[in-house]
């Protein structure tokens, strides 16, 4: 299967192969064709499996197409005549922006990366515009982007409606939505923005709409958006993450865990990390503490402002920040291909969460290694995590790290530096070799670390969602 056969526009077909792609994924095989026979589409695939491209490609192909036509529209002059205005000394009346594409994610850095693939796979067409809308942007920023009139917006759904509200954005010439990421939005309590946003659009546009999973309320919202769409479930692969070896290490306590952190990150196959704290303050916390330890390390969350997140993001794109501590929200959808290593410091508090994070590794194919640090009376957790992914995840020893607690419990398999990405011979665990289960190994004697008090325990549970 090549990009060719799936029949797009060759300014497309160009900047791919300037990209280095050779061929599509399954789920870019599947979508590209229907999408550019104008189907509505519900797809839900594993991450790192290609979506932007799946929705991108198709669109571009469309606006390539429009341009290869005589230009005759008269909404893209808007920002000449605005031009002639000025030269004439009048002050430009404001036209509201009509983007023919808009794209809704979850959070801000999804939104730049979107922006970024686009801007990548449109660089051979003469002119298609993508231009991010963000909350925590200056406004006479967001205004100025806005006067280009352009094609495509990414935006997340709060910061949008504030622009539709005031009459910035117009989107009676819409053709293409698309939700990505939408479990996530609805997650983040989208929904209502997401409908008020629906319902601007012309009924004749394409959605497209990507997701986790395509159950429950995603499920049900995606009936009402979109006409008679293709389903496509790349098959078994939402939660199985193949090339992503998982593994749980038991700890004892804070001092213990640091010290299998530093460990883990000294590890001479780690390339970049990214490694996932409950809380802010923690993911600042530990960052100091990497940094004073000698580690490249950044935090990574939604205190941030925006200028300091994007410099971040860009330092681990530019591998000057080899550990990025990050929070949930924050890490969402972060794709840098060097991730070789996801560590959760704190396990998350939704299962889903676990999927996501362990994600941010094994981009595009590689193998990537997952590290859950564990306390004993977290073993609970560490289950309904295994229910939601149906795998078992392997426990794994340290030579010289071993949990006082679960030592007999585990099999000290790990020998350091062992494990290489790119060697997958080391496969995931299969069921039954698993040794923390066994009866009476769980302590769950302390009882639930979700019913301690706040800060007396390391664990991923103790605050509010909120706060993350
Ligand atoms: P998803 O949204 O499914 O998590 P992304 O769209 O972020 O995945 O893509 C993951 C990575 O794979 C990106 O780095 C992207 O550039 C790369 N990629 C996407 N499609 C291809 C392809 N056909 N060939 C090679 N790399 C690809
Ligand atoms: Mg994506």
Redesign the pocket.
């Known amino acids: 299967m090549t990009f060719e056969a799936l029949g797009l526009h060759a300014s497309v077909l160009k900047a791919?192969t300037e990209?280095?792609?050779?061929?599509?994924?399954s789920?870019?095989a599947q979508a590209v064709p229907a999408a550019i026979a104008g189907r509505d589409l519900l797809v839900s695939?594993?991450?790192?499996?290609?979506?932007?491209?799946?929705f991108m490609l198709p669109a571009l192909h469309k606006f390539a197409l429009e341009g290869d036509l005589p230009q005759t529209e008269a909404g893209r002059t808007a920002n000449q005549e605005a031009q002639s205005a000025r030269s004439r000394g009048e002050r430009p009346r404001f036209k509201a922006a009509q983007p023919k594409m808009l794209v809704l994610t979850p959070t801000r850095e999804l939104a730049l990366?979107v922006t970024t693939?686009t801007d990548k796979y449109g660089s051979f067409m003469r002119r298609v515009k993508a231009v991010s809308i963000l909350g925590g942007m200056p406004y006479p920023k967001q205004m100025q982007l806005l006067a280009k009139n352009p094609e495509i917006l990414v935006a997340t759904p709060g910061r949008l409606i504030d622009h539709m509200e005031s009459g910035k954005i117009d989107f009676s010439q819409l053709e293409i939505l698309v939700l990505?990421e939408a479990d996530r939005m609805l997650d983040m309590g989208f929904i209502d923005d997401i409908e008020k946003i629906v319902a601007a659009t012309p009924a004749t546009r394409q959605t497209m709409l990507?997701s986790a999973t395509l159950d429950g309320v995603v499920g049900n919202m995606a009936k009402r958006i979109t006409k008679d769409p293709l389903v496509i479930q790349i098959a078994g692969s939402t939660n199985k993450h193949e090339n992503i070896q998982q593994r749980v290490h038991f700890v004892d306590d804070l001092s213990h865990k640091n010290r299998l952190l530093d460990h883990i990150l000294r590890d001479e196959t780690m390339d970049q990390a990214v490694v996932f704290t409950a809380t802010k303050r923690d993911a600042d916390t530990i960052a100091d503490r990497l940094n004073i330890a000698g580690f490249a390390a950044a935090a990574l969350h939604g205190d941030m402002h925006q200028g300091a997140r994007n410099r971040t993001l860009d330092g681990m794109r530019r591998g000057q920040v080899r550990v990025l501590v990050a929070t949930d929200v924050a890490a969402r959808?972060i794709?840098v291909?060097a991730i070789t290593h996801v560590v959760n410091y704190d396990l998350p508090k939704f299962p889903e969460d676990y999927v996501h994070r362990i994600?941010r590794t094994g981009?595009?194919g590689r193998n990537g290694l997952a590290i859950s640090l564990v306390n004993h009376a977290e073993g609970m957790n560490v289950k309904r995590i295994e229910r939601f992914t149906k795998q078992l995840i392997p426990v794994d020893v340290i030579e010289g790290f071993e949990p006082k607690r679960t030592a007999s419990a585990a099999r000290p398999s790990h020998k350091p530096g062992g494990w290489k990405p790119g060697d997958n011979r080391g496969a995931p665990s299969k069921p039954g070799q698993r040794t923390f289960s066994k009866p009476g190994a769980a302590p769950r004697k302390e009882g639930s670390s979700f019913s301690k008090g706040p800060r007396t325990g390391d664990t991923g549970a103790r605050r509010s969602f909120s706060d993350r």
Do not use: E, I, W
């Open positions: 791919l990209s280095g792609y050779t061929t599509p994924t789920v870019q695939s594993q991450t790192g499996s290609g979506k932007t491209a799946a990366q693939a990505d990507f959808g794709d291909p994600g981009r595009a």
